[in-house]
């Protein structure tokens, strides 16, 4: 993910996912209490993904998430589909989904586990998923980025609030800039449903 100076997950300069020695959820942090899809259930987040032409599918229970970089409990994606189980960290399917979001439909198809390996893309990201977390009832954007600093996210100025707040000029332009937020920073959520680029 992206380094201590700007956001992410592990320290030094990001050029991919690659470079991370052991997936996060492996690591003590798993055992954090985050807010998980089992707590808020899966319409509220289908039906928000499905206005970005997304689909969410549901895995069972013990079963490999199909698409998942960090692999255990965590979200993974494929084409235009967001996996998840009941376990899954809610932070980690809005950070998937987000990364899907950002991209342009032509790229989305073409998407298998890892989806960039752009600095900015992966800034917008990490501000986008607190966004997302306001569009669902019962999640909101601090309890985001509270799980986001439990499960292990590393940040210049010490936690994802205040990267969000203090540090992320660039990605708040980025996602203005892309159309995904407004002129006072409030998320865009298209008002009618899209499909997949290849359905």
């Not at 991919?16 to 020695?21: K, T």
């Not at 289908?46 to 409990?73: H, N, T």
Request: proline share 5%; net charge negative.
């Amino acid at each position: 993910m992206l380094s201590e100076a700007r956001g992410g997950r592990t320290a030094g300069n990001m050029q991919d996912r690659s470079d991370h020695p052991v997936p996060v959820s492996t690591v003590a942090v798993a055992t954090a209490t985050v807010l998980t899809m089992q707590d808020i259930g899966f319409a509220a987040t289908s039906a928000l993904l499905a206005r970005y032409g997304l689909r969410l599918q549901r895995v069972g229970d013990g079963e490999p998430i199909p698409g998942s970089y960090w692999g255990e409990r965590e979200a993974g994606i494929i084409g235009c589909t967001v996996y998840a189980r009941d376990d899954t960290p809610v932070h980690s399917l809005l950070h998937e989904t987000g990364h899907l979001i950002v991209l342009p439909p032509e790229r989305r198809a073409h998407v298998h586990t890892d989806a960039t390996d752009s600095v900015p893309e992966e800034d917008a990201v990490c501000v986008l998923q607190g966004l997302l977390g306001d569009a669902l009832p019962g999640v909101g954007r601090e309890r985001i980025w509270t799980d986001m600093d439990a499960w292990g996210y590393t940040f210049r100025l010490g936690s994802a609030q205040a990267y969000v707040e203090r540090d992320a000029e660039d990605a708040w332009c980025w996602l203005q800039a892309h159309g995904l937020i407004d002129e006072h920073r409030q998320l865009i959520v298209p008002t009618q449903l899209t499909t997949c680029s290849h359905d």
